[in-house]
């Protein structure tokens, strides 16, 4: 009997879904005491301590809940995904800081706690007389904090100094925890004026939105236009020296060199997979580089290193129920990569592709502010982590415009289906906003074409995508379980080998028919598993990525317990339970 999941079950439990309802660490409280006892010598002066909420209400909440996360819960490794963004720092001292900095200002009556992203935490502090100054501090799972610090800095001075793209002003910051007084890596910035594009969006005019995409397209002309001679991220020479030694002045490839550059260096990546699980510990290629083949084949290089040191034999049930993965099997998976590696990269005689431009790392609605009655871009926020890449790797349409469905190829403009006015409300609502979204999409490719023309030229290279995404997985791809995703886009490239390289340059790497046929069985019960976490995602029933919000914890718990017991009455004999049940992705919470 087959131990895959059918279509006929996915359908089988779709029905089964219709039918149903839808259903740290301890803190301290050094803060108070401390400001108690400090100069300030009444309470009135003790800054009130708020969140910000999704409903647009600012609530009253304790010192601790400053440092713990608490926008969402999780339905798998809660602990560990809440320790990995649990911060705690020295608050008094911040806010001296952020006082210290505040011409004017005698004190800070006010802090608030923004919403929450995964990686930092960011709080506005408001002084006496009224001024307010942002504050972001990294947390545990952002990366080297010393070095995401230190490098997001310069970025955006540069950004102001060299490329003219609106970001706030830093106040004052530090990449030395162990030595300041706030004990933790922190930015004081201006706080940027305007409102964050993603609370007004849906308001905005047709006439708006385009004039937003213009702008954006704009900015990416500059940075697409100014090409470096190396892949890395950029750091204040001191401060590079400071950190690993080395501080060679950055060169760009034109006649654009500016004055202002000399202050600044090309130094490694800060991406966090390069320095976890015990990667801080290992002498690994973090770069930077001026040759695309030694990035490639060294983001391998640093995989193998880590598995040998520190990958064990585990499951993958997705691949056998009996037989264990090996550590072995990832390492010639990674042979196979590095085989194919130097074939990863732009070539040298495509200039738009092995163009090394700063791009942001993840432009999305709520990283970008706007004037409320012009709607002039008055910030862009979130560089860290940003890096000096080939467009190769960097091009693409940003999250903000990107359309969430398939967007159809060409100079083709999207339509209402002929039957648009015998639909149900809910449908055309639906048509409507879809029909947007993609007209969004595609009007941000013109604009790039005119405003952007090296972005644009890596656009309309149809195999980039292909080739970047073995460069893209290969970080990490045992932690992550990232191998099937990394053995896929390897079997890809080689099923269209000759019509990307031609006949005349043979592939180095092939697959055997039982690699191939282990590969299809893993691949449907991948693909089982999405879609059922896609309907339940549809029917509202669970989050595809295990995150819902604190209010909703118990009904998911509930839930979770529920609709796994709906997935296993879709097995056929108790081997399939066994195995559908060891596939279950929220085990923590269903037994």
């Known amino acids: 009997m087959s131990s895959r999941l059918s279509a006929s079950r996915y359908q089988a439990l779709g029905w089964l879904l219709q039918a149903l309802p839808r259903c740290h660490r301890p803190f301290n409280t050094k803060f108070r005491s401390y400001m108690l006892k400090s100069q300030m010598p009444t309470t009135s002066q003790i800054p009130k301590l708020f969140a910000e909420t999704i409903h647009g209400v600012d609530e009253n909440i304790s010192e601790g809940d400053l440092y713990r996360y608490t926008r969402q819960r999780w339905l798998k490794n809660e602990r560990d995904e809440l320790a990995k963004r649990y911060l705690e720092f020295n608050l008094p001292h911040l806010v001296e800081e952020a006082v210290r900095v505040c011409k004017g200002a005698r004190h800070c ?5 923004c919403i929450e992203g995964l990686h930092n935490k960011a709080f506005i502090l408001t002084m006496d007389n009224g001024a307010e100054v942002f504050a972001k501090l990294p947390n545990p799972n952002a990366g080297p904090s010393q070095y995401t ?17 609106p970001v706030p002003r830093v106040l004052a910051w530090s990449c030395d925890a162990a030595n300041n007084s706030v004990q933790a890596e922190y930015i004081l910035e201006e706080k940027v004026p305007g409102v964050r594009l993603g609370a007004v969006w849906h308001r905005l005019t047709w006439e708006k939105k385009l004039a937003i995409v213009d702008q954006v397209a704009d900015f990416d002309g500059s940075l697409s236009a100014t090409r470096f001679k190396t892949h890395g991220c950029i750091y204040f020479k001191e401060d590079l020296q400071r950190l690993t030694g080395n501080s060679d002045a950055i060169q760009l490839i034109s006649d654009q060199q500016h004055s202002t550059l000399e202050q600044y260096a090309i130094g490694p990546l800060t991406k966090a997979e390069l320095w976890v699980s015990g990667r801080e510990q290992l002498d690994i290629d973090r770069g930077p580089w001026q040759d695309q083949q030694a990035y490639a084949r060294g983001l391998g290089a640093n995989e193998v290193s880590w598995i040998r040191n520190s990958a064990k034999p585990r499951m993958n049930y997705y691949r056998s129920s009996k037989h264990l993965e090996l550590p072995e099997d990832a390492l010639e998976l990674l042979a196979k990569y590095e085989q194919v590696a130097s074939f990863l990269v732009p070539s040298t005689n495509n200039e738009s592709a092995a163009a090394n431009t700063l791009w942001h790392p993840d432009l999305h609605l709520d990283n970008v502010f706007v004037d409320p009655v012009s709607h002039r871009i008055t910030g862009i926020v979130d560089w860290q982590s940003a890096t000096v890449a080939p467009l190769f790797y960097q091009s693409g349409v940003h999250r903000a415009f990107r359309h969430y469905k398939s967007v159809q190829e060409g100079w083709v403009m999207p339509k209402k289906p002929e039957n648009f006015d015998n639909l149900d409300p809910n449908e055309q609502k639906q048509i409507d906003q879809d029909l947007e979204s993609e007209t969004i999409h595609k009007y941000y490719e013109l604009q790039t074409m005119k405003r952007a023309p090296l972005h644009w030229d890596v656009l309309q290279q149809s195999s980039v995508h ?4 073995p460069v893209w997985l290969v970080t990490g791809v045992w932690e992550n379980r990232d191998i099937f995703f990394l053995r896929d886009s390897l079997i890809a490239i080689v099923a269209q080998w000759n019509e990307i390289f031609g006949e005349d340059t043979p592939c ?6 039982e690699e191939l046929e282990l590969h299809a069985k893993e691949e449907e019960n991948i693909d089982g598993v999405g879609q059922m976490l896609s309907l339940f995602r549809a029917q509202g029933v669970l989050p595809a990525d295990g995150m819902v919000q604190p209010e909703d914890y118990e009904t998911a718990i509930e839930n979770c317990r529920k609709y796994k017991n709906i997935f296993l009455s879709t097995a056929q004999n108790e081997d399939e339970r066994d195995l559908y049940s060891k596939l279950w992705p929220y085990q923590e919470v269903s037994e």
């Not at 292909?466 to 995404?469: C, P, V």
């Open 508 to 513: 180095p790497i092939a697959f055997s028919t």
């Open 109 to 113: 009556t006010r802090v608030l706690k």
């Open 149 to 165: 610090t230190a490098s997001e800095v310069a970025t955006q001075q540069m950004l102001r100094d060299v490329f003219n793209v």
């Open 466 to 469: 292909m080739l970047r995404k």
